[in-house]
């Protein structure tokens, strides 16, 4: 593939996962549910791996060479990648011609390529438009271990970041294309801090446990005249913390009988966790050894 194509994903997302349009785009190269999904992404509510640096590329490079085979010039598809290839073809045909700077074609897309080019142009030569980076301007090169994670039952993300000794922001950095606070249960890739994999599925198995025992023993049965607010008040936890332990959705009424996980305290502290392994030392941030 050419090269100069990983300019595109630049333009589309500044390279930002979470990225978004007004029309549903989302990810490194702004793929819509349906592109995404056609060329092999998984997008649910737990998983969208539009925001996965890996997949996504993937997905791009076999949506690249369909428009190339259709359209026959890189130009016409990084075109129909930004408009949509039926919108294109919908316009060569109208106008007569396949010469991409002679359609008149939405602004944004006219715009395009010229911004393709211009961000080639900046990257290549910094100096030269006046942007002079120094090391510490750079971003560190992502370094990461891969594990295999087995879930029987729907796994709090934290759990995976007490296994790894970080934190659950460094395991949703690593890993932008899970959805929310809990992983499926399934098999699961997820990237964990560098070095971390080292002991890991030992002590994933006692955090699976220690989280499940505790479920087991904190479940609430919904009375007549109970509602969110006052069970959480009753509880004296925030609001927030029972809909994210029960997956709730607001628009959802509780009824009685209806059965909550209701934590006491803070379901797990990795601070304490890790701190006991380490001797009281203070876990690494970013899990380094």
Aim: aromatic share 12%; with cysteine.
């Amino acid at each position: 593939m050419p090269e100069d194509l990983k300019y595109v994903a630049v333009v589309e997302s500044a390279l930002r996962p979470h990225a978004g349009s007004k029309k549903g785009a989302i990810g490194f190269w702004q793929f819509t549910i349906d592109t995404g999904r056609k060329y092999g992404l998984v997008i649910n509510a737990r998983i969208d791996e539009r925001r996965n640096v890996v997949a996504s590329t993937q997905a791009a490079i076999r949506y690249f060479k369909d428009l190339h085979d259709r359209f026959g010039s890189w130009t016409l598809a990084a075109a129909a990648f930004n408009m949509g290839e039926e919108g294109l073809m919908a316009e060569i045909l109208e106008q007569g011609t396949r010469d991409y700077y002679q359609l008149y074609l939405p602004l944004e897309t006219q715009r395009f390529l010229f911004r393709i080019i211009s961000t080639k142009l900046i990257f290549s030569q910094p100096e030269k438009y006046g942007f002079k980076p120094s090391e510490k301007d750079y971003y560190s090169q992502l370094s990461f271990d891969e594990v295999k994670v087995v879930c029987f039952h729907e796994t709090p993300i934290r759990i995976i970041a007490q296994a790894a000794q970080t934190y659950f922001k460094v395991i949703k950095d690593l890993n932008p294309e899970i959805r929310g606070h809990y992983l499926a249960p399934g098999s699961h890739i997820v990237l964990i801090p560098k070095g971390a994999s080292a002991g890991f599925q030992g002590r994933y198995k006692k955090y699976v446990e220690k989280f499940l025992a505790a479920r087991k023993e904190q479940v609430y049965i919904v009375r007549e005249g109970d509602n969110l607010s006052s069970i959480a008040e009753q509880f004296a936890v925030p609001l927030p913390a029972l809909i994210i332990w029960n997956k709730l959705d607001l628009k959802r009424p509780i009824h009685p009988g209806d059965k909550l996980v209701i934590y006491s305290k803070s379901p797990g502290s990795i601070e304490t966790d890790t701190e006991e392994e380490n001797g009281g030392a203070s876990p690494d941030p970013h899990g380094e050894p």
